[in-house]
């Protein structure tokens, strides 16, 4: 890592802590990385971080033929919830090949034709619960929606989410033990300390996320018929050459790893996107025009949704400038030199923080930073580098869920400006929650059902 810009003034044994916050770590190496350039470092108690977000070098990082996912840090911590479930599975393990093609038929363009009317069950549950008050949390009740499509559409099971005020027990479980895997990676010794007073706590989590993923299987195995969907593929399937199923243990921490990755990045996606819109009214009423042109007061038939080529170009414009998964590491498979400059050992990895790649002015111009949905059209997106835009990841190890992602979020966003006006506080200032995901914190939105439709 010599030669490898890192920020002034670095500390002996404090590296780069000083300003850094631990409850921002990636807009902290955004605000570095604007200043640094296109490869970095940051050293943090005993380690040293390596950033990559140019578009040559990541260009370069998303070679398949070189490089492959890492899984290490914040998702290496994640094994101790998901274990080897698709997202924190390593690439030599059997079980993500294995995994990956009996799931492969859940994710198909058939697949979401069958999710099509209970995405669109779920969203009028969000529209209901929104007629009945005047004002929303718009990132609570985004993740009310995600979680309960995701429950329903790849497990037939209902989290109750718009019947309740307060979380699922399964949540609050699930992102107690997230919270508790993520710090297991943090060596302070105050943090340690913390960690061991919530032992117990963590174990009570783990064995609650057990029981409901057993309850839903059990329930589905006395149900006959194990349907094409996330779970009915996992009980049903079996390897096309050895005839073996998948493990118990690893369809359990399937279900866990879909609820997680399903829910939180797509809920921050549409609350970015109605963040975005609410403060230019002018696009607004672009994407709400199309919806009254393309839909009208109908609800959407499966065709319906990917015709709004406008609300999509929104969302990925959102994700853009705020890509809820953040970044993806990527490690090399032999050793190799980066850049020409930057020499990597076999194994040795890098971080791509994606905020960074998404707004490197070599690949997006000058106004970078400014919100424009247009940058999606289709002559636009064929002048830019290929790997400019990786919001789903890259390579063999992208996201799964992506068409999935995509469908509900159109639908949603659909039906939400298809029914309501907005009115934003004007002071909000767009506030950035970290968790394993980003989304916008404490965005309010005055709501009301528009004037000319029902
Ligand atoms: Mn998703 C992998 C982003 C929605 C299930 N997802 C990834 C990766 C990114 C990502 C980035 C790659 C991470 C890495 O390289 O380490 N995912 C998203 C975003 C959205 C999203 C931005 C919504 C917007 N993901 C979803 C949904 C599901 C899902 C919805 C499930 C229904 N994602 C996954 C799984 C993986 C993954 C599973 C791991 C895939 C693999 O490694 O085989």
Redesign the pocket.
Same mark, same amino acid.
């Given at each position: 890592t010599t030669g490898i810009p890192h920020r002034p003034g670095r500390l002996p044994v404090l590296g780069d802590l000083i300003g850094s916050n631990p409850r921002t770590p990636l807009q902290d190496t955004v605000r570095l990385g604007r200043q640094l350039g296109p490869i970095f470092t940051r050293r943090l108690v005993g380690i040293e971080l390596v950033f990559a977000s140019g578009i040559d070098l990541v260009t370069e990082l998303n070679d398949e033929k070189r490089f492959t %996912?890492h899984?290490g840090l914040g998702?290496k911590n994640l094994r101790a919830v998901a274990g080897d $479930? +698709? /997202?924190t599975?390593y690439g030599t393990e059997p079980n993500?090949r294995f995994a990956?093609d009996i799931l492969m038929p859940a /994710?198909t363009g058939e697949a979401m034709r069958g999710y099509h009317p209970i995405m669109v069950e779920v969203a009028r549950e969000l529209v209901a619960s929104w007629d009945a008050k005047d004002s929303a949390d718009v990132s609570a009740d985004m993740t009310r929606l @995600?979680l309960e499509t995701?429950g329903r559409a $790849?497990f037939g099971y209902s989290f109750g989410s718009f019947e309740r005020e307060e979380p699922h027990a399964f949540v609050t479980a699930m992102t107690r033990a997230l919270r508790f895997a993520q710090m297991q990676g943090i060596k302070l010794p105050f943090v340690r300390r913390a960690l061991a007073g919530s032992v117990r706590q963590n174990q009570a989590d783990i064995a609650l996320m057990n029981t409901v993923v057993d309850e839903v299987i059990d329930a589905r195995r006395h149900d006959g018929e194990p349907g094409r969907d996330?779970l009915g593929l996992m009980l049903s399937q079996s390897h096309p050459e050895t005839g073996a199923k998948l493990d118990p243990v690893n369809v359990r921490n399937q279900a866990i790893?879909?609820v997680v990755? *399903?829910?939180e @990045?797509?809920s921050?996606?549409l609350s970015f996107a109605l963040y975005y819109l609410t403060r230019h009214p002018e696009l607004l009423a672009r994407a709400r025009a199309e919806v009254d042109a393309v839909w009208g007061d109908r609800e959407p038939a499966f065709a319906d949704v990917m015709k709004l080529r406008y609300v999509r170009r929104v969302l990925d414009e959102s994700?853009r400038l705020w890509? @809820?998964?953040p970044g993806?590491?990527r490690q090399a498979r032999e050793d190799t030199v980066l850049g020409g400059r930057y020499r990597m050992r076999k194994g040795d990895w890098v971080l791509v923080p +994606?905020p960074l790649l998404h707004r490197d002015p070599a690949a997006w111009g000058p106004d970078a930073e400014t919100f424009d949905p247009d940058r999606f059209e289709p002559a636009a997106v064929k002048k830019r580098p290929a790997q400019a835009y %990786?919001?789903? *990841? @890259?390579g063999?190890?992208?996201?799964? $869920?992506?068409q999935?992602?995509?469908h509900?979020?159109v639908l949603a966003l659909g039906m939400v400006l298809q029914r309501y006006d907005f009115t934003p506080d004007p002071a909000y200032r767009l506030k950035i929650a970290e968790s394993l995901t980003l989304k916008p914190e404490g965005f309010r939105l005055g709501i009301r059902p528009r004037a000319t439709t029902g």
């Open positions: %996912k899984v998702v $479930g +698709l /997202f599975a993500w990956h /994710f @995600t995701i $790849g996330i790893t879909f990755a *399903g829910h @990045t797509t921050g996606a994700m890509p @809820t998964a993806y590491s +994606l %990786k919001p789903f *990841g @890259t063999e190890r992208a996201c799964i $869920g992506r999935f992602a995509l509900e979020a």
